[in-house]
T-cell receptor, first 113, second 111 residues
Framework: GAGVSQSPSNKVTEKGKDVELRCDPI?????LYWYRQSLGQGLEFLIY????????KSGLPSDRFSAERTGGSVSTLTIQRTQQEDSAVYLC???????????FGPGTRLLVL | KQEVTQIPAALSVPEGENLVLNCSFT??????LQWFRQDPGKGLTSLLL?????REQTSGRLNASLDKSSGRSTLYIAASQPGDSATYLC??????????FGTGTQLKVEL
């Protein structure tokens, strides 16, 4: 079956521009997560959606970052006024419900010039 | 704040050798622990998940153990192969269901 998909696979943008990253979770998975992997920080949690509950936004690094999940499926991570330190690989994962095995997408490689 | 550490940071072994990767975490209040592998330029592939009530899990040549009280996990790889070359990450699930990742062990299995 189809795994987690993310688009675009690569994104190059100029400092100050807004970007949107998309994640399609595995069908039927109620939990969706965003993580960021950067050279200096390793893999870090950003945000978690579970069903219709309010998302856990505790990992978002600043108010320039936001995410939404429409219809309990597709999610979009938006970064406003991008900075060079936002350059990283953004990974999305989904699970059947929280605390179960998380399945990761291939990631979006973001480069801010 | 949960902190996860992996030792060694890098490891190079000849093909066929058995090896052990180590993971330690500071807060023992976890729901589960997962081991992942990451190939260069790729996402993460889940290898094994151990629930907090379990002691070990096995899949093929892989065996992962968990000692929750001491905050330690090991990943044992038997009869290593060049295809096992990758970065191995452990991660724990605590409050809020989010994963806290270790720093990773970069493994190279040489012919």
């Amino acid at each position: 079956g189809a795994g987690v998909s993310q688009s675009p696979s690569n994104k190059v943008t100029e400092k100050g521009k807004d970007v949107e990253l998309r994640c399609d979770p595995i069908s039927g998975h109620t939990a969706l997560y965003w993580y960021r992997q950067s050279l200096g920080q390793g893999l870090e949690f950003l945000i978690y959606f579970q069903g219709n509950s309010a998302p856990d936004k505790s990992g978002l690094p600043s108010d320039r970052f936001s995410a939404e999940r429409t219809g309990g499926s597709v999610s979009t991570l938006t970064i406003q006024r991008t900075q060079q330190e936002d350059s990283a690989v953004y990974l999305c994962a989904s699970s059947f419900y929280g605390k179960e095995t998380q399945y990761f997408g291939p990631g979006t490689r973001l480069l801010v010039l | 704040k949960q902190e996860v550490t992996q030792i060694p940071a890098a490891l190079s072994v000849p093909e066929g050798e058995n090896l052990v990767l180590n993971c330690s975490f500071t807060d023992s209040a976890i729901y589960n622990l997962q081991w992942f592998r990451q190939d260069p330029g790729k996402g993460l592939t889940s290898l094994l998940l151990i629930q907090s009530s379990q002691r070990e899990q096995t899949s093929g040549r892989l065996n992962a153990s968990l000692d929750k009280s001491s905050g330690r996990s090991t990943l044992y790889i038997a009869a290593s192969q060049p295809g096992d070359s990758a970065t191995y990450l452990c991660a724990v699930t605590g409050g809020g269901n989010k994963l806290t990742f270790g720093t990773g062990t970069q493994l190279k299995v040489e012919l």
